[in-house]
Nanobody
Framework: QVQFVESGGGLVQAGGSLRLSCLAS????????MSWYRQAPGEERELVAA????????TYADSVKGRFTISRDNAKNTVYLQMNSLKPEDTAVYYC????????????????WGQGTQVTVSS
């Protein structure tokens, strides 16, 4: 059974940093691209960043480019999101997901999501 366990969220002041982690299981981690999404109250879930299965290519939402970095450790079945220069508009629940990547990022590979981790940025 596919599972994602996100961690590392919290309350931080604007300009601060957080590092999110997502431990995945139930599928062959090293053969799937991975992605981070976020959902703010009353809004749609949106893509934040994605990374290929080998980690050799990444893509980011325009709103986080230059501030966030996605990475992965295939030996640990874990994907990370380093978030720097955080802004109040980054406040959301952050989720990870396995992804489909064919030349470019396509979308989530499975229909399941973890519980997410809350990130709150105060001004």
């Amino acid at each position: 059974q596919v599972q994602f366990v996100e961690s590392g969220g919290g309350l931080v002041q604007a300009g601060g940093s957080l590092r999110l982690s997502c431990l995945a299981s139930g599928f062959t981690f090293g053969t799937y691209a991975m992605s981070w999404y976020r959902q703010a109250p009353g809004e749609e879930r949106e893509l934040v960043a994605a990374i290929t299965h080998l980690g050799d290519s990444t893509t980011y939402a325009d709103s986080v480019k230059g501030r966030f970095t996605i990475s992965r450790d295939n030996a640990k079945n874990t994907v990370y999101l380093q978030m720097n220069s955080l802004k109040p508009e980054d406040t959301a629940v952050y989720y990870c997901s396995a992804a489909t990547w064919v030349v470019h990022y396509v979308g989530p590979a499975f229909g399941s999501w973890g519980q997410g981790t809350q990130v709150t940025v105060s001004s």
